[in-house]
T-cell receptor
Framework: NAGVTQTPKFRVLKTGQSMTLLCAQD?????MYWYRQDPGMGLRLIHY???????AKGEVPDGYNVSRLKKQNFLLGLESAAPSQTSVYFC????????????FGSGTRLTVV | GESVGLHLPTLSVQEGDNSIINCAYS??????FIWYKQESGKGPQFIID?????DKRQGQRVTVLLNKTVKHLSLQIAATQPGDSAVYFC????????????FGTGTLLAVQP
């Protein structure tokens, strides 16, 4: 099993451009999450989903949108990128019983210039 | 608001010594705690977890202690090895249906040969 796969791994955007980050998991997990990690800091929750077709806001949702059209995929969109969104983005998934906590992807490093 | 913090941002130990990484949490409603290891350029990796109805849990070379009275977690690593060098995060999950994970800021463990 691949676990949690994020694409792309790296991306450079110009201010105002849009993009979508894709997260795919093959563990049949109900819950999926998007986090951002800034230098020297822990991960902060952007948005999350407790099931197909549902999404909710986390700690830092402004400037991002998400969609969970299929159980295995969770998309994070930036409609108009800003330099403040330069960060490393991590996707994670978990089952209802939180067995072994969350499983994280390897991250997407995004730079907005 | 809820927060999870770490007492020591950097910990330097000699190879073979035991390491202790501490963490304070502020939400008494949290019912599940996880320690993650994050190596440079990678996503967080699950190490060990503990539920709030326990005060100690052991894994392979690692032990987590939970003191709910003072809202304190610790991660003990026995016979620390160079491969243990990484940033370690504690995280808490608030009780409820969302499984939202709140991270602390991390401790860098540097193992000296």
């Amino acid at each position: 099993n691949a676990g949690v796969t994020q694409t792309p791994k790296f991306r450079v955007l110009k201010t105002g451009q849009s993009m979508t980050l894709l997260c795919a998991q093959d563990m049949n997990h109900e819950y999926m999450y998007w986090y951002r990690q800034d230098p020297g800091m822990g991960l902060r929750l952007i948005h999350y989903s407790v099931g197909e077709g549902t999404t909710a806001k986390g700690e830092v949702p402004d400037g991002y949108n998400v969609s969970r059209l299929k159980k295995q995929n969770f998309l994070l969109g930036l409609e108009s990128a800003a330099p403040s969104q330069t960060s490393v983005y991590f996707c994670a998934s978990s089952d209802r019983d939180r067995v072994l906590g969350y499983t994280f992807g390897s991250g997407t490093r995004l730079t907005v210039v | 608001g809820e927060s999870v913090g770490l007492h020591l941002p950097t910990l330097s130990v000699q190879e073979g010594d035991n390491s202790i990484i501490n963490c304070a949490y502020s939400n008494s409603a949290s019912d599940y705690f996880i320690w993650y290891k994050q190596e440079s350029g990678k996503g967080p990796q699950f190490i060990i977890d503990i539920r709030s109805n326990m005060d100690k849990r052991q894994g392979q070379r690692v032990t987590v202690l939970l003191n709910k009275t003072v809202k304190h977690l610790s991660l003990q690593i026995a016979a620390t090895q160079p491969g243990d060098s990484a940033v370690y995060f504690c995280a808490e999950i608030l009780g409820g249906a969302t499984n939202k994970l709140i991270f602390g800021t991390g401790t860098l463990l540097a193992v000296q040969p």
